[in-house]
Each structure stands twice: as structure tokens, then as C-alpha cells.
């Protein structure tokens, strides 16, 4: 018989209001400043994280929220996605994030060993900036009402591929750490499920759905499309972390499968409910990462000019296969691609736990995921200056982004 | 700097998953069978929890996000409740919720003493069988579509009143428990903080709301509606822990306290996307914390007996204002009003710490605790058969209930 009373219930709701309340008040400070709301967000986890003034000291219940936050990000991106319009980029979006991964891995390699770095701690560091993490981006675009443009389907089209990109190189350079070599046969298996994953759920998927339709629409259960999606993206998230992949690329291609239904099962307000409430512990969850003592002098010097290399590189990998587009594609694709997030942060870890990297350098990796993440929202906005789409003015509910 | 990666992600999508599915797929067959899906949802909460298949072992992040759950499903149900119609009912539902805690009380007590059992051991399983839980019958209300109707609403009201009398047979008996003997002016105190919260949240909290909504309508967050009621929903479920009350009773204000306005903003299906992903959780962990091996022979046939009492008392002592209403009233008024919940489980918790409850007692508790969950929805539906409204048939949307 269950003989523990949840306790900690205080306390657990204590720590949501606050988190919910502190980022979303600096999120609007910032939308007055005419900044985005997602540094401000992420300043928010900072400010009360562990390394500032230590309220909210982080537990496995907040990370697992701000874990689902994440998927819901994505999710709710997807919906808005139509699988058509993404296979129409999809051949410009493979060279984009190809450019995207060999770029910033060259220039943060060579920077590193100019410093006199050993070549295997040269590896990590570039091996960590070359993951996007589309999080960010996704809910910038997002809430710019600029998603359905074809820039936003490029980026979060190489964003997909991107993180099989990312994932190759963690195992590579895993399997490099844990001095067994690099398992090239494993590595196959890998590459062959995640691209058979995304081929499935960008051609098969979908129709799928269309088949199912008729059966979904007569089900008793109230809420019946939602509640499948909402299946769906969870068993996805899943099925993507299984195979190696980030789970929010599961999320996202869940989003995919229902983006052509959204709108007919009004799915768009009811998951964007969701969003609205999970999201702002994700974004909150990366700024409580962030230790900025721990940077000082050198180590400072060098944590800048590698995020100003992951910047750069992200912007010359992303826009060269789009130079013929002209330059406003080139930057918006380039800075929608550059936030580094928990990849990164994976790549890091490996490395200081096989004593690889030292301490300063995954402080150094930190940083530069930080840095890309609150930069990427104010030049993204400024770039989509023209497009944005103001919300409706007055007292008609706007329709739902995140 | 933070060097801890979220570990366990793969484990907790996965169980995010299979809960969310078994939940949702015995909710369909249990509406197949024209039952209520409430207590197929339980079912697969007992099936798939730690003392049957032993599949979901739980977790305090599960725990943390049934608690969620639960409050969502109040937040709901408050958000279609006008607080004037629940002013209009309150004298009723006080006595409703006054004698339906003295007669589960005295009968309770009386059986106990029958058996042969210690006072204080008769005390404290009578003490678990007062408080009524609403998540049960709020969310089985809002399946049928009948949350607006007279009676529900004496439900609800009478709900809020019984936490305040469940909170205070606590606050008595745990003092009685502690041998300190009961801290009369402590006990005041939260009484008056008690009522003072629920008369501010009906009459003073829609004023305000009214008040602010010029201002709450410029803000240029995403979503300023949603993102103020959710924030205030968290505020008021701390604040009732704080106060010595249920979460859910703060949540279920904070629904009230927004209800005139949810039409206007848009926050029913918003919300209701939220209720729909999070309480399956909530269902799923009742039932997971019910074990049927312990009860066995005679502890099993008192088991029985007092779940009946638990039924039948709330039955007549809530019945008992209503009986000028007529039977039907009464019927679905004290059926309403018997699923008892985790203040069940607390008063029985607080026993087998202090040594005065056995734990074969507490495993009394915990079957009548499950029993009236799961008899309530059916007994409630029937009651209610003539009023289901049926969804809206074939493509069309059906608006969000949870």
C-alpha cells in the first residue's frame, strides 16, 4: 500500500508561480523594449538560477517540465508546418545544414589549436558548436507569426537534418572518447534509422493521418484529436531520443504528421494552451545554467571569440548555398541557425567526464550556447523587421502561437 | 556551472507515454461500454502501477505532474462556474457540506466502535471518510456537459465548504495525534484565513479581474490572457496549500475567478488543451496507489462495510437539506459529493505516523478512498442520464471540456 503522501507540494507550487510569473514579466519588459520575449525568458533563469540569486535551486521535477516545455515548442511549430512545403526546401535545407556543421567544426577546431590547445580538446570544443538547437528559433518565428514563411520552413528544415548532423558527430566523437575507437558499423545503423525516420514521417506519416481520419472523428472519448496528437508527439519524442536523435525533432515531426488536419480539429489554440503554460520553464531552465563567475580573463577572452566563431560560421555554412537568394535570406537563415543548446552541452559533458576537456573549456562551451541563444532572438527580429505580423489589435482573442 | 545533463529522458517520454495512452484507451472502451471514462482511466493507474504489473513504478516527477493534473481539472471546471451562481447556492451547499461530514463521521466512528476498536483508531478512520474530493466528480460534471446546471453548482459549492471542514478534522485530529492536544487558537486562525480566502475569491477576485481588464488586454505578451490566468491559477493553488486547504480548492477559485471573462478571452479550449494533457496523470496515480492483496478476509469485509457507510452517509447527510428538492437532487447531489480523495489518505498518513492507525486501518482507508472514486462516475451518469448532452455529432469540433 502507497504509504508517502506527495510532499513538496508547497514548494513545487511555489517554485512554478514564481518561474511562470518572473520570465514571462521580463519576457513583456523586453516586448516593451521592443526586444523579443525570449531573452528575457532565458535572463529570467539566470537571475533566479542557481549561480545568481539561488531562489530556485533547479529539481528533477522542474528539468522533466522544462523538458516537456521544449517538446511542446516544437510540437506546436510542427502544426504550423505543412510536410509539403518542407520537402519543397528539403534540398536547399540538406546543403544549408551541411555547410552549417562543416563550417563552424573548422573554425572552431583551428581557433582552438592556434591557442595551443591538444588536438583532441580542440575536437570537443568544435565538435559542440556545430548542433542548432531550433528551440529558440522555432518560438522567435513563432511569435513573429512568420512561420509559414519559405525562410522558416529552410531553417526548421535544416534544423531536422541538422540534428542527425549533430548526432554523428557526438557519436563520433564519443566512441573517439571512450578509446574504443569509433564504432563505424553501430554509427551506419544509426545514420540508416534516422533517416528512415524522417523519411517516414515526412512522406508516410501524413498519410497515415489521412487514412485514419474517418476513425479518429468517430471515437467517444472527448477531445479525440487532440488526445491522439498528444499521443502521437509523446510516443514520438520518444522513438527520436531511442534512436539517438534530440526528442524535440520527434515533436516537431509529430506536428508535421497533424499540420494539414490543425486546423479542421482545432488543434492549433488547444495545444498552444499547452505551449503557453510548459515553454517558459524551458526557456527559464537554460538562463539557470549559465555560471558567469566562473569567466574571467583569458578564459573570458577566449569563451567570447568562440562565440563570436559560432556566430560567424553558422552565418558563412548556413547562407553559402543561399547566396544567389541575396543577403537577407543568407542572415536570416544563417542567425535562425545559430543557437547552440543542448547538444552542445552533450558533446561538453562527454568530453570533461572522459577527462578530455577541462573544466574551463566546457565553461567555455557553456557560454558560447548561452551567447548564441540570447543573441539569435533581438537580429532575428530585426531581419524579419518587415514581415512581422502585428497581432491583432483590441480585444479578439489573437489566434494562439506559444 | 551546471555539468549534469538531464538524464532519463528516453525513460520519462516513454512512461509519459504509455500512461497517457493505457489512460486514454480504457477511458474509450469504458465510454464504449456506455460507462463513464473516469474510472477506466483509474483502472489502468491500478493494472499498470506499482502493485500490479508493476510497469510504471511512479516517480516524484510523475507525482508532481498528476498533482498538475489535478489542479487543472478544478482550474477548468472553476473557469465554467459564474461566481454569482455560486453565491446563489452557497447557504444550501454549507449545509449540504456540514452534515455531509457529520453523518460519515458519526456512522464511521460508530461502526469502528462496534468492531471492537481503540477510540482514537475509530476517530481517525472516521475522520478520513468527511472530506470529500471534487477532481472525480468535476471532471465526470464536465464529460456530460451538465457543469452549469443548478446542481452541479451546489456540488461545487458545497465541494469548497467540505475542504474547509476536511482541513480543520485534520488540523484536529493531527493534534490529537501529536500529544500536544489540539492548538484551538492555531486551528482558528486557519479557519478565519480559510474563509476570509474563499469569500475574497468569490466576491471581491471578479471585481478586481473586472478592474484590470483594460490594462490586461494592451499587454503585448503572447497570449496576455492566458499567461495572467494561468499565473494567478499557480498563485492561488500555493496560496490554499499555504493556508492549510487543498491545492485544487485555490485552483478551482482561480477558474472562478476568471469564468465571466473566459468566453471573451478565448480561455476555455486553451486551457482545456492543458487539462486534456495533464490529467490523465492525475487519474492514472489514484489508481496507481491502490493495492488489492492486503485486503483479504476479514479485513476485506470491513473494508467493504465502511466504503458503504463512506457512500450511504454522504448520501444522507448531504441529502438531508435537499430533501423539499426532491429525489432526484438528493441522489446526485450525495453521489456527487462521494469520492473521497487525498485528504482521506493524509488524515490516514498522519494516523500510521503518529502509531494510532494499524496499517491494516490505513489499507481500510485507502479501498474506501478508491471504491467511492470508481462507483461515483457511474452511479453519476445514470443519475444524470436524462441531462447528458451529447457532443456535437460528426466533424465539427466539440468545444474543450477537459
Known sequence: METTVPTGTEQLLLELFVIFVTTKMLGEIFERLSLPAVPGEILAGIILGPYALGWIPGSDTLRSVAQIGAIFVLFSAGLETSPRDLIRVSRKALLV??????????????????????????????????????????????????LSTRTARII???????????????????????????????????????????????????????????????????????????????????????IGMAAIVGAFFAGLTFADYAPRWNLIPRVGGITAFLAPFFFFDIGSRFNARVLTGNLLTMAVVISLLAIISKVIGCGLPLLHEGWPMVLRVGIGMMPRGEV???????????????????????????????????????????????????????????
Open 97 to 146: 545544414s551541411v555547410l552549417g556543421v562543416v563550417v563552424p567544426f573548422v573554425l572552431g577546431f583551428a581557433y582552438m589549436k592556434l591557442r595551443g590547445d591538444t588536438t583532441v580538446e580542440a575536437v570537443f570544443v568544435a565538435a559542440a558548436m556545430v548542433a542548432t538547437s531550433i528551440g529558440i528559433t522555432a518560438r522567435t518565428l513563432a511569435d513573429m507569426h512568420v
Open 156 to 242: 526548421l528544415g535544416a534544423a531536422v537534418f541538422d540534428d542527425v548532423l549533430g548526432m554523428l558527430v557526438l557519436a563520433v566523437v564519443a566512441g573517439a572518447a571512450s578509446g574504443n575507437g569509433v564504432a563505424w558499423l553501430h554509427l551506419s545503423v544509426l545514420t540508416g534509422e534516422a533517416v528512415a525516420f524522417a523519411l517516414f514521417m515526412m512522406f508516410i506519416a501524413p498519410r497515415i493521418v489521412r487514412q485514419l481520419r474517418p476513425k479518429m472523428e468517430q471515437m467517444s472519448t472527448q477531445n479525440a484529436s487532440l488526445v491522439v496528437a498528444l499521443a502521437i508527439c509523446l510516443l514520438l519524442s520518444w522513438l527520436a531520443v531511442k
Open 344 to 402: 552542445a552541452l552533450i558533446v561538453a559533458l562527454v568530453g570533461v567526464q572522459s577527462k578530455i576537456l577541462s573544466q574551463p573549456a566546457y565553461g567555455i562551451v557553456v557560454l558560447m550556447t548561452v551567447a548564441t541563444t540570447i543573441i539569435a532572438p533581438p537580429i532575428l527580429r530585426y531581419l524579419f523587421r518587415r514581415e512581422i505580423k502585428l497581432r491583432p489589435a483590441g480585444n479578439v482573442p489573437a489566434p494562439v502561437r506559444l
